[in-house]
């Protein structure tokens, strides 16, 4: 593969320390965007080149261009945190790589080596490192890496040609107002994936397919919703975007991966998180029932959602298909408490990093 250096065209007009003052006062999520990105070509029979640091702005794209008629599109979430000391780091980049790359090959596009897509990010949050949150709470800079297809033309193929773009928005809480449980609605009848499918690709065309339901649980007066099984319709896979954990007092469990549940960075570090925490933590298929019947005779304790938007966020009532329960209290329970904050601690550079997680920018 080849790597291509990644050449610097900074913007000559970035807004002013109090314009960009005044949206970190409250960025909220998604909604600002900082003054530059990254972009690097692929084209079959050169592979990737023309690396560039250039100002954020709009992509110019032929009507006729491929990833708008067949969806050859792959993304990835990853945040930049400031620490104490005021240097900047990234939680796991490399992670979140050679995910970007399972992904890639599932749509038959090319594989942007790991090395190549750190460096991308690194460069970005380099030259506007002044966008990221001062220390904090969940404050961070988010960058959105992506890679889309820009061959012209309707033909039905992987197309010869590609765009990888890394762009960067600052983020407060994602869901506003502090630690609050959220209110599931479990799906009876929508799938997010299927066995075979692009479930554990992180492409759009999956968040695509999730809106429709995620706005029947709204109908239902639901924050989100949970996805079962494509098959049985009875195990429980993950929300429409993030991953599931279940408390069942010192044991901590995730539904197993099945080839049609994203591979979520959280997830797995959650996994190692609760072993240092003293917890048992294992992957296990969990049926609907059992969650049902397991929260009613107070053996599962707590549930919570994770992801790198939201970090971790607690459960409080799950409804289907004529039923309805409040897991515990309904309030945050200890253990996702505990659990959360241990990972912001890690990725705020508050504790140790027994992992070496963190990628400190130089």
């Not at 100002?55 to 620490?83: C, M």
């Not at 996702?336 to 904050?341: A, G, K, N």
């Amino acid at each position: 593969m080849t790597t291509p250096t990644i050449e610097l065209k900074p913007s000559s007009t970035p807004l002013s320390d109090a314009e960009r003052d005044a949206i970190l006062a409250n960025p909220g999520f998604g909604r600002h965007f900082t003054d530059h990105m990254v972009t690097i070509k692929w084209t079959e029979g050169r592979g990737w080149h023309d690396g560039q640091l250039v100002p954020y702005g709009p992509l110019s794209l032929d009507p006729a261009t491929n990833v708008l008629h067949y969806a050859q599109e792959i993304f990835e979430g990853l945040k930049a945190y400031r620490r104490p000391d005021s240097s900047v780091a990234t939680f796991r980049p490399d992670a979140n790589a050679r995910r970007f790359q399972a992904s890639a090959r599932r749509l038959a596009m090319p594989e942007l080596p790991v090395e190549t897509f750190v460096e991308a990010c690194d460069v970005l949050v380099q030259h506007d490192k002044a966008w990221v949150p001062a220390h904090g709470g969940e404050e961070s800079l988010y960058l959105r890496p992506f890679m889309i297809a820009t061959e012209v033309g309707l033909g039905v193929k992987p197309a010869s040609e590609y765009l990888f773009v890394v762009i960067a928005s600052p983020a407060g809480a994602y869901f506003p107002g502090g630690v609050k449980p959220v209110s599931i609605w479990a799906s009876q009848d929508r799938v997010r994936a299927v066995p075979g499918g692009m479930g554990d690709a992180k492409t759009g065309g999956n968040y695509a397919a999730s809106l429709l339901a995620q706005a029947e649980a709204a109908e239902q007066g639901c924050d989100q919703v949970c996805y079962l099984d494509a098959v049985e319709h009875k195990w429980v896979e993950e929300l429409g975007g993030m991953n599931l954990y279940f408390v069942y007092g010192d044991k901590i469990v995730t539904p197993t991966l099945t080839g049609s549940i994203l591979e979520g960075i959280t997830r797995d570090s959650l996994l190692e998180v609760a072993r240092d925490l003293g917890y048992e933590s294992v992957e296990e298929r969990v049926s609907i029932d059992q969650w049902r019947e397991d929260t009613a005779n107070g053996t599962l304790t707590e549930v919570f959602a994770c992801g790198t938007a939201a970090v971790i966020t607690p459960v409080g009532t799950v409804k289907t298909d004529g039923t309805e329960w409040t897991q515990g209290n309904g309030e945050p329970g200890p253990a996702t408490m505990r659990l959360r904050e241990a990972l912001l601690d890690v990725q705020r550079g508050k504790a140790e990093d027994k992992h070496g997680w963190m990628h400190v920018l130089g």
